[in-house]
């Protein structure tokens, strides 16, 4: 779809604005509005890798300004998930970001990353500490039935937490449009309907899943994996392939799909389980979906036509007996790794799906 509307020139400039208020963002955003500029907008939480520089890509070739914000919502995390530990590496972040700034320059089709936002809990909850308890109080935009089921199921309050500070992020910045990962499937459906449902003017885009060499979706979490973890990781991938072979066969039905990954999910498990503690990563499934495109309703049965949304969680845990100098990655393995994967299930799944 042609949708890149630049209207006027934006100077060519490498820098970018960091801004950390509210206030100083809506004075930008106000500027931009005059000038007549369109703004893109690609939400992050920071440590940021090929996926989140991909969505940025996507945004500066579809808009004059785009503006980049890096916060760690605590409503998304519940109590025992891994909010402290989330990486946060603004360092590194900020060298990737000037040498896109740089690359963006010396390319006058494309707009300019001219911001980015960095607000403080304070800043972005002002009424009261923000609450990760599921019956906590606040103010919160609450997103359902979608948003209890799979990666819901697991995180009680992500979607409360995602929907939520989308909303105050897409108040504040006002975009023409936003942008997210098709990594974080289930995600993108929860903004759409928020968007939809309290009719926020803006356009809801979605970039594809950026991948390692080996298949392994980017993910900012994947540090705290280490060499052996990493390896057993691509498991949930491989399972998907496992599905699409069955139904490249004419496989239709549920239950054959399913049983697909999950076979394939269970013997890997079952290799690792066997070998000594020292040298195995084992995991455990957390879901397996195979999902409407339109709607993420589980299928009973996928139609040929339209295909469906099979995804998938698993969660690495820690790692047993790590060895002298082994890579434990980030953490030293101690803690659990949650990993989440889609693909679109086709038969011409050379369109939209990974390729095996
Ligand atoms: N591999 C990827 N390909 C494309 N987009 C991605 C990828 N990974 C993350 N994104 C998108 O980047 C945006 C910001 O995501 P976030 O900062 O949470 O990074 P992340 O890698 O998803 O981290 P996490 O480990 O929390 O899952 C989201 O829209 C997310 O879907
Ligand atoms: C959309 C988001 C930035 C909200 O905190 C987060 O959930 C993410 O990074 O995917
Ligand atoms: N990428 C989604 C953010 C989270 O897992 O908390």
Known sequence: MPIRIHTLKPRRVTGFNKVTSIQNLRQLRRRALLAGNTVGFVPTMGALHQGHLALIRQAVRENDQV?????????????????????????????KLAALAKEFKNNDRVGHMSTVFMPSTEEMYPSSPPSSEVDGQGSFVTITPLSSRLEGTSRPVFFRGVATVCMKLLNIVQPERVYFGQKDIQQ????????KDFHLNTEVRVGS????????????????????????????????????????????????LYNAAFDKLSSVEKVQRALPRAKRARFEIDYISIADPDTMDELEEV??????????????????????????GLGGGKSSVRLI??????????????IP
Do not use: C
Not at 67 to 95: C, H, M
Not at 239 to 252: I, L, N, P
Not at 303 to 313: F, Q, V, Y
């Open 209 to 256: 899943t950026i991948r390692e060499q080996d298949g392994l979706a980017m993910s900012s979490r994947n540090i705290f994996l280490g060499e052996r973890r990493r390896k057993v990781a691509l498991v949930l991938l491989d399972s998907f392939k496992e599905v699409q072979k069955v139904f490249a066969r004419g496989a239709r039905k549920r239950r054959f």
């Open 67 to 95: 503006y980049v914000s890096i916060y760690v919502n605590p409503t998304q995390f519940g109590v025992s998930e891994d909010l402290s530990s989330y990486p946060r590496t603004w360092d590194a972040d900020k060298i």
């Open 341 to 354: 994967d889609n693909i679109h299930l086709e038969l011409l799944s050379a369109k939209v799906g990974y």
């Open 303 to 328: 139609n040929s036509e339209r295909g469906a949304i099979l995804s998938g969680a698993i969660k690495m845990l820690p790692l047993e007996e790590p060895q002298e100098g082994e890579d434990t």
């Open 188 to 195: 993108t459906f929860v903004v759409k309907r928020m968007v």
